[in-house]
């Protein structure tokens, strides 16, 4: 299954917004084909420069073999893309006259898949993303819990021979481990690395990734924000160190697969307003905002264990999705988050897309 050529490089270090695609199930919590393929093509119409699947908000379960999703997911996934792509009927401008966004064949939409496990399993998921057309891996390093960094690194440079290599630095409340500026200093050494995502939800572990690439001078290594706690602050902040500066260009984001439509809006704006000698300081305002709408979306309150429904239930209260399902039946959403999300999209309208959802549900779900 091939997927359009186009420079992955470039399209990365231009900023792109990336949503964690969430995997569609029904009220048994059986895979929905048909409400997959709807988010996938929300995603799409809204604008986004890429997917990533088969990662977190995907479930990680997907991989058991009771559920043998993970190839089923990512071969629909890579089909969706480059099918709505191809559709006439969605060549006509599918949001604002102020924001349109047209689909083509050549449009550049980065395909990212989720690789998980040790050496042999992540070399398959990387071995099978590549067949079906994928253009990168982000890597996770969940399964090396207790191995020196030395030796990770050694793993992330194996499996970067066969796909290129997103690395993923997830915060340790939810199954990440911490990694030191030695570490990335060693990862960014290996030549097929094409981007890192940064979400350890810290301040300090965040700049040691972004010293580590300035240090080892790959220019060509796109910084990603995955910090949902900080999106705004981490896409305007200019880093600077050693004479160097460097933006994070960029989001691949779990708080990006709702609304998305107006998170591809709010990347463009950031953009702007990167350019421009002063900041203005509502940017502080609105990221306060979009925190604390993450807050809601990922249950922050009780120790992010609602994370995954948190998204589902906007998506079914927009009626892409059926259901809040998790394959876990013990994963649902916690007590007064609902309350918190009806919350959020009450006080802050402008991060809502409801409007658009409503506006092309109808040929999503066809």
């Known amino acids: 299954m091939s997927a359009p050529s186009f420079n992955l490089r470039s399209h990365l270090l231009a ?25 996938m093509r929300y995603y799409l119409d809204a ?28 071969a629909l996934a890579a089909e969706t893309m ?25 449009r550049p939409v980065a395909r990212i898949a989720g690789l998980c496990g040790r050496t042999p399993q992540a070399v398959a998921e990387a ?26 690194a050694r793993h992330c440079a194996t499996v970067a021979k066969t796909i290129p290599l997103i690395g ?21 050494e290996i030549p097929n690395v094409v981007a890192i995502k940064m979400a350890p939800f810290n301040r300090y572990q965040t700049f040691d990734v972004v010293r580590a690439v300035m240090d080892s001078g790959r220019e060509d290594i796109a910084l990603y924000t995955g910090n949902d706690d900080n999106i705004i602050v981490d896409l305007l902040t ?12 960029g989001g691949l984001l779990g708080q990006w697969g709702v609304w998305t439509e107006r998170a591809v809006a709010l ?44 998204i589902h239930e906007i998506l079914r209260r927009q009626g892409i999705f059926e259901t809040t399902a998790c394959l876990n039946p013990h994963e649902k959403l916690s ?31 066809s």
Request: with cysteine; net charge positive.
């Open 335 to 365: 007590p007064g988050q609902a309350a918190e999300l009806t919350r959020v999209a009450k006080a802050y309208p402008w991060l809502v897309d409801d409007t658009f959802v409503a506006k092309n549900l109808h040929r999503w779900l």
């Open 47 to 74: 604008g986004v420069g890429g997917v990533a699947v088969g990662v977190h908000s995907t479930q990680f379960e997907i991989r058991e073999k009771k559920h043998g999703l993970y190839a089923p997911v990512l």
């Open 267 to 310: 990347l463009a704006e950031i953009k702007k307003a990167r350019a421009k000698t002063k900041l203005d300081t509502s940017w502080l305002t609105r990221n306060a905002a979009l925190t604390d709408v993450n807050a809601a979306v990922f249950d922050a309150a009780n120790g992010f264990a609602g994370c995954v429904p948190g």
């Open 168 to 188: 993923f630095y997830l915060q340790t409340a939810v199954g990440g481990r911490a990694l030191s500026y030695r570490f990335w200093r060693m990862f960014a």
């Open 238 to 249: 200019p880093f600077h160190h050693a004479g160097k500066t460097r933006h994070i260009v």
């Open 127 to 152: 071995e099978l993303s590549a067949s079906l057309g994928y253009h990168a891996g982000l890597l996770s390093l969940g399964a090396w819990a207790k191995d020196d960094e030395r030796t990770i």
């Open 82 to 106: 480059t099918d709505w792509l191809a559709r006439p009927a969605v060549q006509s401008a599918i949001r604002t006259p102020q924001s349109p966004i047209r689909n083509s064949p050549s």
């Open 15 to 39: 900023g792109q917004a990336i949503p964690a695609l969430p995997l569609a199930l029904d009220r048994r919590r059986r895979w929905s084909e048909r409400r997959q393929r709807a988010v």
